[in-house]
């Protein structure tokens, strides 16, 4: 070529873009190894395993009829659970961040208490709490409602894991909100209700939504605290991990497996929405 | 994250505005949902494990709790957890340093990935395992070749813990590096000081609570797992049963005393947590008030660190 270019703007040719501090080299190797031997090299067992048996017997798998019942259960369990919180989420993060009473600290530590408490031990308390047997359960179910070994038990349970997303996810914003705005609203004439309704429901909308994603996307996968008190029953109360459980159990590996396979890509497809959701949040926050 | 420190930290330091404020109904009204609902949500669950561990007086409690099967499995919790918990705290560290300090290709695919074992349902975190390790797993053939038992032993268990608690600690030493900012540590390069010494005598002490924090958070839940732990561990009473496990197979026997007995110990374990998780934002946000008055009075911009914002998820 006889023309010369003209001269680009130059790009390191390194990986690295900014940053001056020492260490690069080491925490991404370090990182990226342990990312890799923990994280990619199962998950890419796990896809490769379901790839070998076969597009046919997959398909099978997957769409069998305890699957799809397995499928709907968790998915409109996980959904009441998560919208459970999101409504009372709201007011509890409204509570915690806006009033002052005695004993507000114990409760707002008391809602991290289902991130901390061990899913097994969840499940038998609240079995506990529900069975027929129970002071609860047994007043319950004198009215009518049975809760323990029903989809009501595992949306119970749903509901306690999912309990500490909402709130944290909407306490910041709350807390960050501009009062002026507010009092704008009221001296324009608009009630409490109207300024909670136009002025601070929007601004906390993506943050309610991210919270019940992500509740949504926990209870999906939740185990530990749900076989105890759903009963397990084939086609009634038996969530999709279970299920996976079971194939396993009877070392059908291929079929379990495979449903794994489209739990992990429900997983994903959430775990791609709730980024998007975060960005939408940041975006409206600034 | 940074700024308003003051005023993040204390619901009452915060202006209350007495234009726009709900009617006291209202406001009760409010109070009385939280209190009921995280009542019969939380604390009802949580209080009948003590009230079922000790129904039958603290000698059946400790009776349950001192049975070999138990404390094996206590044994197997303490030593799970005494691996995991390390590796995953050293990863935390490094991987929080990366993320916050520099900014590369492929970064975001990065933290996408070490999130990911959250949105990963426990079984499949455990299925994973047993397809790689395994009798029919993927190195299953040369494992039992040369006598190495992963699945359905103790190997089995501490992997599929450190799997499921890794984000654990990177994600709250992240989120405090991030609200930090890297001015100290640059200004510790300038003055000559290398990469060990920047991190063990600026970064480090920075970052306390945070790693402080997400340690016993990354311990309550690699001593709590159940789900992917249930997979790989093949249940085999005084081997590979775990604290979790082991209230499983009680509660399965009807043995409910025994089962709440070792649950009341792990959710005393939860409870322990908690207040660690209270206390050090209590002193972070006591410290961050003193510091700003102090600036105050020294009649200066503010010179607190931004806040050690506690993020147990998001």
Known sequence: MSTIPPPKRRRPLTLRRRGVLPGFGLTLGYTVFYVGLLVLLPLFALVLKASTQGFGAFIHTISDQRALAAYWLSFTTALAGASINAVFGVVVAWVLSRYTFPGKSLLDALVDLPFALPTAVAGIALTAVYSENAWVGSKLLSLGVKVAFTQLGIIVALTFIGIPFVVRTVQPVLEELDPDVEEAAALLGAGRLATFRRVILPSLFPAILTGFALAFARALGEYGSVVFISGNMPMKTEITPLLIVTKLEQYDYAGATAIATVMLGASFLLLFGINLLQRWARRAEA | ?314
């Open chain 2, 1 to 314: 994250m940074s700024g308003g420190v003051a005023t993040r930290w204390n619901g009452s330091g915060k202006r209350q505005s007495r234009v726009a404020a709900e009617a006291d109904w209202v406001r009760a009204s409010l109070i009385g949902i939280t209190v009921l609902f995280l009542g019969v949500a939380v604390v009802l669950p949580l209080s009948v494990v003590f009230s079922s561990a000790f129904s039958k007086g603290f000698e059946a409690f400790w009776a349950a709790l001192s049975e070999p099967d138990a404390v094996s499995a206590i044994g197997l919790t303490l030593l799970t957890a005494a691996i995991a918990v390390p590796l995953n705290a050293v990863f935390g560290i490094a991987a929080a340093w990366l993320v916050s300090r520099y900014d590369f290709w492929g970064k975001s695919a990065l933290v996408t990935l070490i999130d990911l074992p959250f949105s990963v349902s426990p079984v499949i975190s455990g299925l994973v395992f047993v397809l790689l390790f395994g009798a029919q797993g993927f190195w299953g053939r040369w494992l039992s070749a040369h006598d190495i038992k992963i699945i359905f032993a103790v190997p089995g268990i501490v992997i599929a813990t450190t799997f499921v608690t890794f984000p654990l600690v990177a994600r709250e030493v992240l989120a405090v590096m991030q609200a930090q900012g890297n001015d100290e540590e640059e200004a510790a390069l300038t003055l000559g000081a290398g990469g060990f010494r920047i991190l063990t005598r600026i970064t480090l002490p920075k970052i306390r609570w945070g790693v402080i924090y997400g340690v016993i958070l990354c311990n309550a839940r690699a001593m709590g797992e159940f789900g992917a732990v249930s997979v790989v561990s093949g249940h085999i009473r005084g081997q590979t049963n775990t604290m979790p496990l082991h209230v499983e197979i009680l509660y399965n026997e009807y043995n409910f005393v025994g089962a709440f007995s070792v649950a009341a110990l792990l959710a005393s374990l939860a409870l322990v947590t908690l207040v660690v998780k209270k206390s050090i934002e209590l002193g972070v946000a006591l410290r961050a008030r003193r510091l700003s008055r102090k600036a105050e009075r020294d009649g200066r911009a503010s010179l607190a660190p931004p806040s050690l914002k506690m993020r147990s998820l998001a």
